[in-house]
């Protein structure tokens, strides 16, 4: 059986799964390019939207 396709959080490494036919994907965020999971997204979008 072969795994279910899926992407790298570039934070934290953890997979997130690409939806299928049969799967729905997981929560995914991406800016410029880059996926990011839940949990990471809120602490990325601060660093990268930060007003000074």
Do not use: Q
């Amino acid at each position: 059986m072969n795994e279910r396709p899926y992407v790298l959080c570039e934070k934290c490494g953890c997979k997130l799964y690409l939806e299928t036919d049969t799967d729905y994907a997981d929560e995914r965020y991406e800016i410029d390019g880059h996926s990011y999971c839940e949990d990471c997204f809120d602490d990325v979008a601060r660093d990268l939207f930060k007003v000074s």
